[in-house]
C-alpha cells in the first residue's frame, strides 16, 4: 500500500496541473536528487502519466530562445505510507495501515503553481505526504526494468514471465519486473478470484491457469478502482485483520509469510 489503483487515483487527479507553471518547489533532500527545485521551477506542466505504482508529472522547460525544451518528468513514488494531496484536496485521505494524520512536517515534495488553484494561492498544487520517508521523488527516472502494466496484461505475457521463475507465484506476483503496480492486497485478491495458492511455483503455471489469473488481473482490479482502492476487494484489510471465513466457500482463510510478505488465502478453493 499504496499499490497501482491508488497511483492512478492520484493520477487522475493530477489532470488540473496539465498547462501550468511550477513557481516555486520544496522538497525533502533525503528522498530527492540535489539541485530537485532548481530543475523543476518555471517548468510547464505538459501531462500527466502512470506506470505501475509511479506517478510522472510530464513537464518542459523553455529553452533561452523562447522555444520549447525537453520534457523532464518528475517521478513520485509512494513507497509503503505516501500519498498525494492536489489542489488541497485528498482523493485518498487514509492509507491501510498508515497514520490518519496530514501533519505538513511529513510533507516530503511540495509544488506551487501558477495559476494557483481555485482554493488559493497560498494551497500547494502537490503535496506527497509520507510520514515514514518510504516514498521518493525522481527525475526522469529509468522505469526500463518494469513489467507490463496491471491494465494491460495478456495471458500469454503473463505466462513467459511466470515459466522464467521458480519462486513462489505471490512473490513472482509482487516482482515489479513482472505485472507493474501489484501490490501485496492486489496480488491476494487476485489469487483468490482465480483460485490459485500463493505458494505455488510460479513455473508450475500452465496457460489456462495463467489466462484465470490475467482474467482476475484484467475484471477484478477496474472494480475495484470504481470502489476507491486496492482496500476495496474481498480480502479487505478488515478481513486480513480477522482472518475469519472464507466468503467463497465458508472454510477458514490462512495467513502465510511469502517472499517476506503477509499473503491471507484460502486452502480450501486456492490450489
Known sequence: ????????????????????????????????????????????????????????IDTQRETPSGGSGDSLPIGLHFGMTGRLVVD????????????????QEWDRCVLFTEPPPTVGADVPAVRLNDPRRLGRVT????????GVD?????APVLAAAMARRSIALKA?????????????????EVLWWSALSPHRRANS????????LTAAIRRRLPIMLRRGGSTTGVLSPDVRAALGACERDGQPLQRATIGGRTAVWCPAHQH
Open 1 to 56: 500500500m499504496p499499490e497501482g489503483l491508488e497511483a492512478e487515483i492520484w493520477r487522475g487527479a493530477c489532470e488540473p496541473l496539465v498547462g501550468r507553471t511550477i513557481v516555486a518547489a520544496r522538497v525533502d533532500e533525503r528522498i530527492a536528487p540535489a539541485g530537485f527545485a532548481e530543475v523543476v521551477v518555471g517548468s510547464l506542466i505538459t501531462g500527466v502519466r502512470r506506470v505501475g505504482k509511479v506517478v510522472l
Open 88 to 103: 488541497g484536496h485528498a482523493m485518498i485521505g487514509q492509507l491501510s495501515y498508515a497514520s490518519g494524520r496530514d501533519a
Open 139 to 146: 527525475i526522469d527516472p529509468d522505469l526500463s526494468g518494469l
Open 150 to 154: 496491471i491494465f494491460e496484461i495478456t
Open 172 to 188: 513472482a506476483l509482487l516482482d515489479q519486473g513482472v505485472v507493474a503496480g501489484l501490490g501485496n492486497l492486489l496480488a491476494d
Open 205 to 212: 503455471l500452465d496457460l489456462r491457469e495463467a489466462k484465470r
